[in-house]
């Protein structure tokens, strides 16, 4: 069956410091991957996307970037933090079979930038 | 513009008694539909999707969900709510012209009152 790693779970960084959040997906090949902010506990912003290797789709201008180096690994990174960055982010993959997918979600790492 | 909209930001409910969490959609074509739950500081779960056939969908920890095509909705029912259902509950659509993308409505927070 498929699963979907995410670490670290919760993170403190200062102002300025760099960011890397991970994501892996075991039991799949060629899956879409996500990167999503919630903020406030409600709604969920869409950030970056990614269809296949190196294919990086941006959905908002913002501090943040995102790699995928290899199949089944996403990054989300940031030179500098900014203390808006600080959010609940959501990993997250799918597999291309049709308009029917289902998007699964990691289980989320807590940024706090002070 | 594709959307999905959750009107009730928060819904009480006394256990055992039914619930109903709303959703509305506004799609270009054939709507692909889903609700999510999400528990404090976890990942959002899957609760279930509607692709087309049966309008009535049936998925996990007893939750359903009516399409309704002429009123364009997809409401989230369970008959006998649990204390243990209280969590925010996302409705979601795929966009139909992206179909690696899916669109979140903002949450519904769901008290289940013992």
């Known amino acids: 069956s498929q699963t979907i790693h995410q670490w670290p779970a919760t993170l403190v960084q200062p102002v300025g410091s760099p960011l890397s959040l991970e994501c892996t997906v075991e039991g799949t090949s060629n899956p879409n991957l996500y990167w999503y902010r919630q903020a406030a506990g409600r709604g969920l912003q869409l950030l970056f996307y990614s269809v296949g290797i190196g294919q990086i789709s941006s959905e908002v201008p913002q501090n943040l970037s995102a790699s995928r180096p290899q199949d089944r690994q996403f990054i989300l990174s940031s030179k500098k933090l900014l203390l808006s960055d600080s959010g609940f982010y959501l990993c997250a993959w799918s597999v291309l079979q049709g308009l029917g997918n289902t998007i699964y979600f990691g289980e989320g790492s807590w940024l706090t930038v002070v | 513009a594709q959307s999905v909209a959750q009107p009730e930001d928060q819904v009480n409910v006394a256990e055992g008694n039914p619930l109903t969490v709303k959703c509305t959609y506004s799609?270009?074509?054939?709507?692909?539909l889903f609700w999510y739950v999400q528990y404090p500081n976890r990942g959002l779960q899957f609760l279930l999707k509607y692709i087309t056939g049966d309008n009535l969908v049936k998925g996990s920890y007893g939750f359903e969900a009516e399409f309704n095509k002429s009123q364009t909705s997809f409401h989230l029912k369970k008959p006998s709510a649990l204390v243990s259902d209280s969590a925010l509950y996302f409705c979601a659509v795929r966009d139909t012209f992206r179909d690696d993308k899916i669109i979140f409505g903002k949450g519904t927070r769901l008290h289940i009152l013992p």
């Open positions: 799609v270009s074509g054939n709507p692909y």
